[in-house]
């Protein structure tokens, strides 16, 4: 079992974001059996404000020679001054069934519940191959595209509900140019199928230094772009994180 203890200078950029990158969320392992981390977090502050902050996380993988199930899940609350600045549920769970060595099947099922983002609730069911088109010790790229079933609720009054068919497709890269680095970018492009119109497009860059054997600092850009966005939060979205991890 391999546990990850992240220290976080701003929140990380999936806790809120519309398009969670699966990519990024991968436990990179050659070895066979159960891999993933669990934590939580609580903090209470009352001075001139009162600070209010749960969070709850699990990440498990699962691996044989030919299947990989992923498991994430992730609940986050954070008040302060008496307004809700965070309140996210989200989970998703993913089954990968390696075909070849440059072809993937992948299934996955994906609930969300942001009231900030104007989500009351949004569930995802979708199928799709995803493609290694390079893989060497110090660059790999991938690339996926998924058909997928999307229900979603808005924080409305009354209620608006969307049932629709959208298209998933990405390309991420991995660039490693030493041991003690690592460069990840992904595109995401979601469109409806029936009105290219709805889309949303997503790019996210992320970098991870090695400070020492088991401690790197990490960084990323998240830039979300959503052409028909839930209630009435903006089309653009954009959060920078970084933090430290402790690895053993």
Avoid at 95 to 108: G, T
């Amino acid at each position: 079992m391999r546990f990850i203890f992240l220290v976080c200078f701003f929140f990380p950029c999936f806790l809120s974001a519309q398009i969670v990158n699966i990519e990024t969320q991968r436990l990179q392992s050659d070895t066979t059996g159960w891999l993933g981390s669990l934590g939580s977090n609580f903090l209470f502050e009352k001075n001139a404000v009162e600070v209010l902050n749960i969070n709850l996380n699990a990440h498990v993988e699962y691996k044989t020679k030919k299947s990989l199930y992923l498991f994430l899940a992730n609940y986050n609350l954070l008040r302060g001054s008496g307004q809700t600045l965070s309140n996210n549920l989200f989970y998703h769970l993913r089954y990968n069934y390696k075909i070849n060595k440059w072809l993937r099947w992948e299934v996955f099922t994906q609930l969300q519940e942001n009231s900030v983002t104007g989500i009351d609730l949004r569930f995802l069911a979708g199928i799709g191959p995803r493609f290694k088109l390079s893989g060497t010790k110090t660059f790999a790229l991938y690339t996926a595209t998924a058909t997928m079933y999307e229900y979603e609720k808005e924080t409305t009054t009354p209620p608006i509900y969307h049932r629709n068919i959208r298209s998933s497709s990405y390309v991420t890269a991995t660039y490693k140019p030493s041991a003690n680095a690592e460069f990840v970018g992904t595109v995401f492009y979601q469109p409806l199928y029936n009105n290219f119109n709805d889309y949303r497009i997503l790019n996210e860059l992320s970098a991870k230094f090695k400070i020492r054997k088991h401690l790197s600092f990490t960084a990323a850009w998240y830039y979300l772009y959503d052409n028909k966005p839930a209630a009435l939060t903006p089309k653009l979205n954009y959060s920078i994180s970084n933090g430290i991890e402790y690895d053993f």
